[in-house]
Every structure is written in C-alpha cells, then in structure tokens.
C-alpha cells in the first residue's frame, strides 16, 4: 500500500510539473502575440488620431521644461528615457524571436529573451528604472495565472476505512450518504452482524476521473468488511431499502403490471405515489431474499378497511371528529353520507391503504356554473322596502380542463389546466324603493284580537259580507260615491309573505304574524313586496276592481291557522 501512495503522489507532482511548465510557455506564446497585436492596433491608432495632439504637447512640455527646476527636467528625461528604452527593447525582442522562423516557439521565445538580456547589459540603468514598471505589470500576470491554476486542480477528500485507503471522493456529504445506504443495507441483519468503520479524511489532489461516487464508496466498504457479500439489486422504496435479489427481473415485470392493470383507458398516466428505486451493487448475503417474498411485500397492505357504526343523535361532522377525520375525507369514502346517515348504517372511515399504492391521473373536461351576481338601484319611484326586479338573473358557464388524481379509487387531488368562460353570467338588477310612505290615520284603535280595519274614511260599507249562499271567504269592503284608489293599510303587523298577481285574485298582498294571515285582493297598485316586514296601519296598496272582480272593492279575508274566519268578527 505504501508504495502504491509513493507511486500515486509520484505521477501527482509529474503531472503537476508537466502541467505548469506548458502553462508557463502558453501564456508566455500568448503574451507576445497579444503584445504584438496591441501595440500594431495602438500605431495605427496614434497615427490617425493622436499625432497631431502629442506634438502640440510635447511643444508644450518644451516651454514648460525650460521654465521648471532641474529635478523636474531630470524627471522628464527619465520618463523619455524610458520610453525610448521601452521602445528599443521591444524591437530587440520582436527581432530576436523572428530571427529563426524555422524553429519551435519555445526556442524562438528563449533566443528573443537572449536578445533582450544582451541590449539590457548595455543599458542597466534604463533596466533598473524600466523594472520599476514591468516587475508590477509582470506580477499582476503571475498573479492571475497561479489563481486560475489554482482553481482548476482537482481537490478531494481521502477516505480511509479501517486504516486502509479506500479512494477518493467529492466532499463529506458523499461518504454521510455512504454511511445512509450501509445502515439501511442492514435492515436484515442480526445484532452480532453488525458492522462498525471508523473513517478518516484527509485532503489530496487527485487527477479527473479518479472520484468514487456513493454506491461505489458504499460497494468497497462493503466488500472490505469481511462479512459475506453478493452481487444483487436492491429495491429502495421511498428512501428506504426493503430487500435485495440477485435477478430483480420479476420484480420489474410485476411492478409493470401493477401499474399496467390500474389503467382505465389508454388516456389514463399511472404512477407510484411512491419513488422505486434500484441499485445494482454489492450486498450481505442475509439481506438477498427471493423474488416471492419481495412481490408479496409490495402487494401487502398497511392497513385495512375500518367501520364506524352510526349512533343515536350522530350527524357526518360528529361521526368524523370522533373518528379523527375531516369531514371532506369522510365525505370521500361515503359520497351519501350527508343526505343518507340512519342509525345502525357502517360508515367507512379508514379504507385498506396498499404497500406500494398507485396514482391514476386522468384529464378531463367539464362545465362548471358561475353563479350571477345581485345589483341593487335605488329609485324614488317606489317606495321604502318595495323591491322590484328588473333584469332576472343567469348564472354563466365555464368550460374547464383539469387532471383528476386517483389512488385506489378515491380522488386526492385536482390540478386545473385551463378555463375558459363559454357564457358570461347576466347580472341580477333589482329596483330598491326610496319614496316615503305616504302618512294614514289606518283603521281605528284595534280590537281585542289585535286588528284594525284595512280602510278608512267615511261612507265605507260591507257590500258582501262573509258566508251566504256563494260561500264567500272575505268581506268586500266598498265606498259610497266610489272606492277605487283608496288606500289600503295593514290589519296587522307581520311579514309580506306575498305581494303581486294571482289569477282570480288580481293585485293581491298577504301579509302573516304567527298564525293569522291576512288577504287584501283586488289592488289596483301595490306599496309592498315580498318578504318585507309591514308595522300595523302602515300603507300597503290601493284599491282597484282587479282579477275576477265586478267593480273597485277590496276584498279582505282573515285566515287562523290556514282556515278562512269571518273578518267581521275580528274588527273593531
């Protein structure tokens, strides 16, 4: 083993020396050229635009120079000086390096540095102030090309198991998921097969292609264990390893039909709602079980079907709190459940739940409604609580496409695709009353049974009273020197129960206060509308001579219980 490490870390420092010396000739072939090109593109560049204003600076420097001190004439001839160095030292380089043509690159670049060492021994104290800018310059590149190798060597993590080096890997994350797959491994394992590693990192630069992934780390370790191992492929479920089985074949072919046999129609996708997995590697051999107890593993249930009996006084949201479900999953498992809950029937709350349960995904189509919304307009030209519709409502369509998920027959989950509005609702419009009611007197002071009269006013009279030989179930209340238009107040205090047309009846209002009802017909307008609550003399309608009716009257009827009395009896 220890030779092998001196023979790797060998190769390593070769490798490394190989590679930093073409590194060191590439960047110095490419700084030359890229030089090259720079300093071509910036003559062309001088020439067109910046020779005329150079010379019109350097006169101007000229003037300056002959009125500064001495150091800074020195300063500026050092500055020239340099240039001129610069410029000299360039053209030896660019000599030197053309001189041989027919030779490799890495001669020409050595007979070009030769070149420029013999001009700088006639020049050393333009070289010296020359370096005062290149070892900068020159730094900076250096700089840059040791970070850039630096991020492209191959770093990695050592693992030794047991004292003995196994290999190399990525980082520690990949030995903790070693780790995971070793432990669940083994599942089948007895307390005295155990099997305990002490690993230990350590840092290396390894060449591409040498770094062991998770199931090979996990396949080494295992072979290096010294329990006895098999070739075999796992079955993970969910994360977890379930067994193994040296031709997992059989397995496949029936986790295929399973999947195959939950399909309705063609249309239909199948899935698990479980991950599967398969790993190919090395196991223990008490952990390889048989084709058959694996199949049987994944056909066996982990719950079955459980009933709840309904009791006296139960109701579905009762039955599900006790039972720890919510009402929607009650509801799921028994569709009826809302509308069909007698005592003694067994309602469904937990259904057999499969190992290895599958997911049917269905597309579908379908419309749904879209219900219309109410708008209220106020208007003086009805009255306070009058209500009146004047554009009916309709609900709209919408076409919608969804995937509908099923497990076991049960849906768990809808995922709307598209919508689409095919009807828009029309909103409901209905007229809200503002004019005040007109101020009456009403009908006098009430009766001992709580009534007054509808009308007031004099000349009223009876012209048909209660009974009689047509069995009349109101009385028709008239006015001498005429009746029609006369208003017409609640007997009684209650609730309009309804307010509009009948047939034989006309205009008519009832009005209802626990058991009594009152009737007023015959109305030639109406102040009231449905469901709207009327205190007693409070204006309701007029009369008129609507429906079957031989002249303007109201007919008013009192009703106890549902059955006609005479109203007579129950006037003041």
């Keep these: 083993m220890k030779n092998e490490v001196q023979k790797g870390l060998t190769e390593v420092v070769e490798t490394l020396s190989a590679r930093f010396l073409n590194s060191i000739i590439a960047v110095g072939t490419f700084f030359l050229s890229f030089f090259a090109l720079v300093s071509k593109a910036a003559k062309a560049f001088y020439r067109k635009f910046l020779r005329t204003p150079v010379i019109a600076v350097k006169h101007f420097l000229l003037k300056i120079r002959k009125r500064e001190s001495s150091l800074y004439q020195k300063w500026l001839k050092s500055v020239y000086g340099v240039r001129r160095f610069f410029r000299s030292m360039y053209n030896v380089l660019r000599s030197g390096y053309r001189q041989y043509p027919e030779k490799s690159v890495p001669l020409r670049v050595f007979s070009a540095g030769a070149a420029f060492c013999h001009a700088a021994r006639r020049h050393v104290n333009l070289v010296f102030k020359a370096l005062n800018y290149i070892v900068p310059a020159v730094s900076a590149v250096v700089f840059v090309f040791i970070v850039q190798y630096a991020f492209s060597l191959n770093f990695a ?41 002490h690993p230990r990192f350590t840092l290396a630069i390894v060449p591409t292609g040498t770094l062991m992934t998770s199931a090979e780390l ?64 090395l196991y223990f051999k008490s952990n390889v079980v048989s084709e058959e107890d694996l199949i049987a593993l994944i056909d066996s249930n982990t719950q079955v079907d459980r009933y709840y009996t309904v009791q006296e006084g139960d109701a579905p949201l009762s039955i599900a709190e006790k039972n720890d479900v919510t009402l929607n999953e ?12 007698p005592v003694g029937r067994s309602v469904l709350i937990n259904k057999s739940e499969s190992y290895l349960p599958v997911k049917r995904i269905v597309t579908i189509t379908y419309e749904e409604t879209i219900s219309y919304s109410t708008e209220y307009i106020d208007t003086s030209s009805l009255y306070k609580g009058q209500k009146q519709t004047k554009t009916s409502g309709q609900n709209g369509t919408r076409s919608i496409t969804a995937d509908v998920s099923y497990v076991d027959g049960v849906e768990i989950g809808r ?38 009269w509808p009308t007031s006013g004099s000349g009223r009279y009876i012209s ?44 008519v209002v009832f009005i209802q206060s626990g058991s009594v009802t009152t009737v007023y017909a015959h109305c030639s307008k109406l102040a009231v509308s449905t469901g709207q609550t009327v205190t007693q003399g409070q204006y309701i309608a007029n009369i008129g001579s609507t429906g079957y009716s031989t002249g303007p009257h109201l007919h008013f009827e009192v009703r106890i219980n549902g059955s006609h009395v005479n109203p007579a009896r129950y006037l003041p």
């Excluded at 993970?236 to 072919?253: L, T, Y």
């Excluded at 009650?330 to 809950?341: E, H, K, Q, R």
């Excluded at 009430?446 to 009534?451: D, E």
């Design 157 to 197: 993590i050592g693992v030794e198991y047991n004292g003995q080096h196994i290999g190399y890997i990525q980082d520690e994350s990949v030995f903790q998921e070693t780790e995971a797959k070793i432990q669940s491994r083994l599942v089948y394992q007895s307390d005295d097969q155990e099997l305990s590693y």
């Design 218 to 281: 996990t396949d080494t370790i295992i072979s290096a264990s010294g329990t006895d191992v098999v070739e075999a492929t796992g079955l993970v479920i969910d994360g977890k390893f379930v067994g193994a089985v040296k031709d997992i074949s059989a397995v496949k072919e029936h986790l295929d039909s399973k999947l195959a046999a939950a399909k309705q129609s063609e249309t239909d996708r199948v899935e698990f709602t479980k991950t599967v997995e398969m790993e190919e590697g």
């Design 330 to 341: 009650l509801v799921a498992l028994n569709p009826d459940i809302l509308t069909n809950c």
């Design 464 to 507: 048909s009273p209660y009974g009689g030989s047509r069995n009349h179930k109101a009385i028709d209340i008239c006015y001498y020197g005429g009746a029609y238009g006369k208003t017409i107040v609640a007997a009684h205090s209650g609730t309009v129960t309804y307010a509009g047309w009948k047939p034989s009846y006309g205009y």
């Design 415 to 452: 995922e709307i695709l598209s919508s689409e509005v095919t009807a828009q609702p029309v909103n409901e419009v209905i007229l809200r009353g503002t004019a005040s009611l007109p101020t009456t007197s009403g009908g006098g002071n009430p009766s001992k049974y709580g009534l007054i």
